[in-house]
Nanobody
């Protein structure tokens, strides 16, 4: 049974930083692309960032480029999202997700962790 468990969310002032973690189990972690999505109140879930199986290739939404960094530790089956220079519009529930090798869709999702950025 695949489990993705996010942690590290919370309340932070604008301009501050947070690091989210996602611990994965039940899958061959070092073969999966790992991603982060977020959903703000009243809005659709949107892509934030992803990294390939080794962490050597990463992609970001334009809105977070230069402020967020995605990384992974395959020895710990964990993916991270370092968020800096946070803005109120970064507020939302952040979800960790996993995509099988050679697949175009994310198959597994965590339960989400709340990030609130106050102005």
């Amino acid at each position: 049974q695949v489990q993705l468990v996010e942690s590290g969310g919370g309340l932070v002032q604008a301009g501050g930083s947070l690091r989210l973690s996602c611990a994965a189990s039940g899958l061959s972690f070092n073969t999966y692309t790992m991603g982060w999505f977020r959903q703000a109140p009243g809005k659709e879930r949107e892509f934030v960032a992803q990294c390939n199986w080794s962490g050597s290739s990463t992609d970001y939404a334009e809105s977070v480029k230069g402020r967020f960094t995605v990384s992974r530790d395959n020895a710990r089956n964990t993916v991270y999202l370092q968020m800096s220079s946070l803005k109120p519009e970064d507020t939302g529930v952040y979800y960790c997700t996993a995509r099988r090798p050679m697949s175009s869709t994310y198959a597994y999702w965590g339960q989400g962790t709340q990030v609130t950025v106050s102005s």
